[in-house]
């Protein structure tokens, strides 16, 4: 029962601090919504039984690349949206939500069904799991891949480039 | 306990990303379309973690490890990207950005 209201409160702080991103115009706001929205999708991580992946979400997200989005805004300088969209476009957007939402809703209220009462998901048993036959390989890859982001952000980021 | 929470799970995950993608399309600074970007990946991981809840079993949550990873190679290569773009620019307004090659 405490699970179930725990579930509600933080679904309805992630809701909240995800309009503040989306409504706010100063992108500083943006980014403390998103962090509120984060660290409640971590708990809710947790109240789903993956305790593994809510430390990520908090080390990793929260951590890491929120603090390189605030980095970013600090050095470029904070600026108010000066103009903000228009009519039409609010319009359009708005129908296109909408449409998404109906689809969204069709496709995944019809593919819930009732969840096994135990799940194992502890760090031991999703390491199991990752570091084994069909998910190594992509695990492997990773690490290619992150250096090459590290190699390809410095090279964009050059002051003469 | 939790096996409950599924369904609500998925809904929020759907509002989330239906936020998300709003935000995409109706913020002007570069930099809050990108975090609305974040946001959407976050939804598609909370319904990941929530089928990995339903079927119980655990590949959804090793697809959020790569989720997770993906997205911080991204957030670094796309933030250099905004920097290279104030430069040449100075300006973080999504309109400005129109030429593919300077």
């Known amino acids: 029962m405490i699970t179930v209201i725990l579930f509600y409160v933080f679904a309805a702080l992630a809701v909240a601090a995800a309009l503040v991103v989306v409504a706010q115009r100063n992108p500083i706001y943006s980014a403390f919504g998103l962090i509120v929205t984060l660290c409640s999708l971590s708990a809710i991580f947790g109240l789903l039984g993956s305790p593994f992946i809510a430390a990520l979400q908090v080390v990793v997200y929260a951590g890491a690349i929120m603090v390189l989005f605030l980095f970013v805004l600090m050095l470029l300088g904070v600026k108010e949206e000066d103009r903000t969209s228009g009519r039409a476009l609010k319009a359009v957007a708005t129908a296109l939500a909408l449409t998404l939402a109906v689809e969204m809703g069709v496709v995944l209220v019809g593919a819930a069904r009732p969840a096994p009462a135990a799940f194992d998901a502890s760090t031991r048993t999703v390491a199991q799991v990752l570091f084994s036959a069909p998910y190594l390989y992509a695990f492997e890859a990773t690490s290619i891949l992150i250096l090459a982001a590290l190699v390809g952000s410095i090279v964009l980021a050059r002051r003469d480039a | ?102």
């Open chain 2, 1 to 102: 306990m939790s096996a409950d929470l599924v369904q609500p799970a998925l809904v929020l995950s759907l509002v989330l990303f239906v936020l998300g993608a709003l935000g995409v399309f109706l913020r002007r600074n570069i930099i809050t379309v990108f975090m609305c970007v974040e946001l959407m990946l976050n939804a598609v991981n909370l319904a990941f973690i929530a089928f990995s809840r339903a079927r119980g079993t655990l590949d959804g949550q090793v697809l959020v490890f790569f989720v997770l990873t993906v997205a911080a190679a991204e957030a670094a290569v796309g933030l250099a990207i905004i920097i290279a773009l104030q430069r040449s620019q100075d300006t973080l307004d999504v309109d400005a950005f129109r030429i593919l090659k300077w």
